[in-house]
């Protein structure tokens, strides 16, 4: 995945990184201001435009190649480092390697080290997880109860709906013959 020779290439000076959009260039505030496909190698977003400044450059530069933008994303990312660093995903710790340690910085694969999620030290990373699934826990535990509780009222209404049926059903008399 070529999201370093992208960067390289173009002298970005954004942050960029990969997520499931693909290769995305932007900023703390708007991450995918600029988003390349990692399958076909083009531009798939390009928010606010027109841009001017550095974005401006950045999609001039691609727009002008589009074969070159491709063979950079399928290119094989070269780095000068590999510092091993940790984040989770529920309750498996994982180690990336990086070139540089913390936030905007991102992982080999393209991941953005925000300051909560990713450390060198892989028990601090450990403790994050632990207290992350507390809060899932206490987070679902609650969802359950209003979910059950929810429930609980509408089986009552259906319950007095049902009643209110049978007793228009079978308690029914005819105008009149009262």
Not at 28 to 51: A, C, K
Not at 92 to 119: R, Y
Request: hydrophobic letters at 40%; proline letters at 4%.
């Amino acid at each position: 995945m070529g999201w370093k020779a992208v960067l390289d290439h173009y002298r970005i000076e954004h942050d960029v990184q990969v997520t499931s959009q693909g290769i995305c260039i932007g900023s703390p505030y708007i991450h995918d201001i600029i988003v390349i496909s990692l399958d076909r190698g083009e531009i798939v977003r390009r928010w606010g435009e027109p841009h001017s400044g550095k974005l401006g450059r950045y999609l001039q530069e691609m727009d002008a190649d589009p074969s070159k933008l491709a063979e950079l994303v399928a290119a094989d990312d070269v780095f000068e480092r590999s510092i091993p660093v940790y984040t989770y995903e529920g309750a498996d710790i994982i180690e990336k390697q990086c070139e540089a340690l913390g936030w905007p910085n991102v992982t080999h694969d393209g991941c953005m080290q925000f300051e909560n999620t990713f450390s060198p030290d892989p028990g601090l990373v450990r403790t994050w997880a632990i207290d992350n699934a507390k809060a899932g826990v206490r987070w679902m535990r609650e969802a359950v109860e209003d979910a059950e509780k929810a429930l609980a009222e509408k089986r009552e209404r259906l319950a007095r709906r049902e009643d209110d049926l049978s007793r228009l059903v079978d308690g029914f008399i005819p105008a009149g013959e009262v």
